[in-house]
Protein backbone atom coordinates (compact mmCIF):
# COMPACT_ATOMS: atom_id res chain seq x y z
CA UNK A 1 0.00 0.00 0.00
CA UNK A 2 1.38 3.28 -1.20
CA UNK A 3 -0.12 6.93 -0.02
CA UNK A 4 0.57 10.00 -1.92
CA UNK A 5 0.21 13.12 -0.20
CA UNK A 6 0.46 16.30 -2.95
CA UNK A 7 -0.62 19.75 -3.19
CA UNK A 8 1.79 21.55 -0.46
CA UNK A 9 3.46 24.79 -1.40
CA UNK A 10 3.70 28.25 -0.27
CA UNK A 11 0.85 30.70 -0.08
CA UNK A 12 0.21 34.05 2.05
CA UNK A 13 -1.50 34.14 5.04
CA UNK A 14 -5.35 34.35 4.56
CA UNK A 15 -4.88 32.00 1.26
CA UNK A 16 -6.09 28.10 0.92
CA UNK A 17 -4.62 24.90 -0.52
CA UNK A 18 -5.66 21.68 -0.92
CA UNK A 19 -3.60 18.83 -0.37
CA UNK A 20 -4.63 15.52 -1.99
CA UNK A 21 -3.12 11.97 -0.82
CA UNK A 22 -3.87 9.06 -3.11
CA UNK A 23 -3.96 5.56 -1.81
CA UNK A 24 -2.80 2.42 -4.15
CA UNK A 25 -3.18 -1.26 -3.33
CA UNK A 26 -5.23 -2.92 -0.45
CA UNK A 27 -8.94 -1.60 -0.11
CA UNK A 28 -9.56 2.36 0.03
CA UNK A 29 -13.33 1.82 1.54
CA UNK A 30 -12.24 0.32 4.18
CA UNK A 31 -9.27 2.83 5.53
CA UNK A 32 -10.17 5.53 7.72
CA UNK A 33 -8.01 8.30 6.77
CA UNK A 34 -6.91 10.59 8.57
CA UNK A 35 -3.92 14.05 7.94
CA UNK A 36 -1.63 14.91 10.68
CA UNK A 37 0.99 17.78 10.55
CA UNK A 38 4.61 18.00 12.13
CA UNK A 39 6.42 21.40 12.44
CA UNK A 40 9.68 21.91 12.93
CA UNK A 41 10.68 21.19 16.62
CA UNK A 42 7.13 20.39 17.41
CA UNK A 43 5.36 16.71 17.54
CA UNK A 44 2.97 15.46 15.00
CA UNK A 45 0.18 17.39 15.15
CA UNK A 46 -3.60 15.60 14.41
CA UNK A 47 -4.99 17.71 12.10
CA UNK A 48 -8.44 16.03 10.50
CA UNK A 49 -9.47 12.62 10.31
CA UNK A 50 -12.61 10.67 8.20
CA UNK A 51 -14.19 7.83 8.73
CA UNK A 52 -13.71 4.53 5.92
CA UNK A 53 -17.65 5.73 4.86
CA UNK A 54 -17.68 9.32 5.24
CA UNK A 55 -19.97 9.74 7.95
CA UNK A 56 -17.94 10.94 10.56
CA UNK A 57 -15.46 13.52 10.81
CA UNK A 58 -13.02 14.76 13.67
CA UNK A 59 -11.08 18.52 13.37
CA UNK A 60 -8.66 18.95 15.45
CA UNK A 61 -8.97 22.71 17.46
CA UNK A 62 -6.47 24.95 15.93
CA UNK A 63 -8.21 23.85 12.46
CA UNK A 64 -12.03 23.86 13.12
CA UNK A 65 -13.40 25.92 10.86
CA UNK A 66 -11.11 26.63 8.44
CA UNK A 67 -10.14 22.83 7.06
CA UNK A 68 -12.41 20.60 5.46
CA UNK A 69 -11.61 16.64 5.21
CA UNK A 70 -12.91 15.18 2.01
CA UNK A 71 -12.62 11.85 0.30
CA UNK A 72 -13.39 10.24 -3.25
CA UNK A 73 -13.95 6.50 -2.53
CA UNK A 74 -14.00 6.15 -6.74
CA UNK A 75 -10.63 7.76 -7.01
CA UNK A 76 -8.90 6.23 -3.74
CA UNK A 77 -8.09 10.12 -2.73
CA UNK A 78 -8.75 11.98 0.45
CA UNK A 79 -8.79 15.56 0.70
CA UNK A 80 -7.93 18.22 2.62
CA UNK A 81 -9.61 21.80 1.49
CA UNK A 82 -7.56 24.31 4.05
CA UNK A 83 -9.07 28.21 4.23
CA UNK A 84 -7.93 31.41 5.89
CA UNK A 85 -4.19 29.54 6.27
CA UNK A 86 -2.14 31.34 8.87
CA UNK A 87 1.57 31.38 9.54
CA UNK A 88 1.33 28.88 12.34
CA UNK A 89 -0.28 26.10 9.57
CA UNK A 90 2.96 25.88 8.37
CA UNK A 91 4.29 21.98 8.75
CA UNK A 92 4.62 18.88 6.58
CA UNK A 93 1.29 17.14 6.13
CA UNK A 94 0.77 13.85 6.21
CA UNK A 95 -1.84 11.22 5.68
CA UNK A 96 -2.29 8.03 6.92
CA UNK A 97 -4.88 5.33 7.51
CA UNK A 98 -5.78 2.82 10.22
CA UNK A 99 -8.57 0.39 10.80
CA UNK A 100 -9.51 0.51 14.42
CA UNK A 101 -12.65 1.70 15.69
CA UNK A 102 -12.74 4.90 18.65
CA UNK A 103 -12.46 8.21 18.26
CA UNK A 104 -8.81 7.67 20.69
CA UNK A 105 -8.18 5.96 16.82
CA UNK A 106 -8.29 8.40 15.20
CA UNK A 107 -7.02 11.37 17.20
CA UNK A 108 -3.69 9.34 18.01
CA UNK A 109 -0.91 9.16 15.59
CA UNK A 110 0.45 5.81 16.79
CA UNK A 111 -3.37 4.46 16.31
CA UNK A 112 -2.49 4.67 12.49
CA UNK A 113 -1.36 1.44 10.37
CA UNK A 114 0.31 3.64 7.18
CA UNK A 115 1.57 7.11 6.61
CA UNK A 116 2.60 8.66 3.31
CA UNK A 117 5.52 10.70 2.77
CA UNK A 118 4.54 14.19 3.64
CA UNK A 119 3.76 17.45 1.62
CA UNK A 120 5.25 20.70 2.99
CA UNK A 121 3.27 23.71 3.60
CA UNK A 122 4.39 27.31 4.11
CA UNK A 123 2.53 30.01 5.35
CA UNK A 124 4.11 33.51 4.86
CA UNK A 125 2.51 36.72 6.92
Known amino acids: VQLQASGGGPVQAGGSLRLSCAVSGGTFTTYNMGWFRQAPGKEREFVAA????????YYGDSVKGRFTISRDNAANTVYLQMNSLRPEDTAVYFC???????????????????WGQGTLVTVSS
Open 50 to 57: MSHYGGST
Open 96 to 114: AYHYCSGYGCYVQPERYDY
